[in-house]
T-cell receptor, first 114, second 114 residues
Framework: GQQLNQSPQSMFIQEGEDVSMNCTSS?????WLWYKQEPGEGPVLLIA???AGELTSNGRLTAQFGITRKDSFLNISASIPSDVGIYFC??????????????WGLGTSLAVNP | NAGVTQTPKFQVLKTGQSMTLQCAQD?????MSWYRQDPGMGLRLIHY???????DQGEVPNGYNVSRSTTEDFPLRLLSAAPSQTSVYFC?????????????FGPGTRLTVL
């Protein structure tokens, strides 16, 4: 089936550093979603992107919908310890939508050293 | 709003036992889904529903049943538990609006099958 390539798989950074992660696909998507999952919790939506080229911020987080519609990236500026968690991307294909068509990346695990 | 709630939070079963994982949402969302999350596998869709009385299979439906008698509730039934069903199960919901795919997740049920 369709897959998203999410990278890097894991990151270990110092507090205050900027972080960048991305997702790529062989298919064109019409929606990109970025979620964060903390230990023992369900994923929480961070940013939703609906248009190619769209750049959206949520506090220290910025995400972009790639112009080719096959990729997206998430940046975190000035990381803090509470940024720790697993970040997932998810994309919706251009087929008529239902839940089956939401494709998930395998996640980027982020650790922040205070 | 409580959002998406799941019970129980933890469960241990013996092989062959059956049980029902409960999921409820109070946001009047039309779409509800069940995912399982396993290490290295990301989120995999088990079953989903686009409205009361309508369900369909996702990526990994075998061994699970669902029903949707009301908008609010979407229980997941394990018919005869197997060790391969040891996982973390997440219920999610989203509005049935065209072009909106942002899902809201419950806190998860951690299931161990011995």
């Amino acid at each position: 089936g369709q897959q998203l390539n999410q990278s890097p798989q894991s990151m270990f950074i110092q507090e205050g550093e900027d972080v960048s992660m991305n997702c790529t696909s062989s298919s064109i998507f019409n929606t990109w979603l970025w979620y964060k999952q903390e230990p023992g919790e369900g994923p929480v939506l961070l940013i939703a992107l609906y248009k190619a080229g769209e750049l959206t911020s949520n506090g220290r987080l910025t995400a972009q919908f790639g112009i080719t519609r096959k990729d997206s990236f998430l940046n975190i500026s000035a990381s803090i310890p509470s940024d720790v968690g697993i970040y997932f991307c998810a994309g919706q294909t251009t087929n008529a939508g239902n839940n089956r068509k939401l494709i998930w990346g395998l996640g980027t695990s982020l650790a922040v050293n205070p | 709003n409580a959002g998406v709630t799941q019970t129980p939070k933890f469960q241990v079963l013996k092989t062959g036992q059956s049980m029902t994982l409960q999921c409820a949402q109070d946001m009047n969302h039309e779409y509800m889904s069940w995912y399982r999350q396993d290490p290295g596998m990301g989120l995999r869709l088990i079953h989903y529903s686009v409205g009361a009385g309508i369900t369909d299979q996702g990526e990994v439906p075998n061994g699970y049943n669902v029903s949707r008698s009301t908008t609010e509730d979407f229980p997941l039934r394990l018919l005869s538990a197997a060790p391969s069903q040891t996982s973390v199960y997440f219920c999610a919901s989203r509005p049935g609006l065209a072009g909106v795919y942002t899902q809201y997740f419950g806190p998860g049920t951690r299931l161990t099958v011995l």
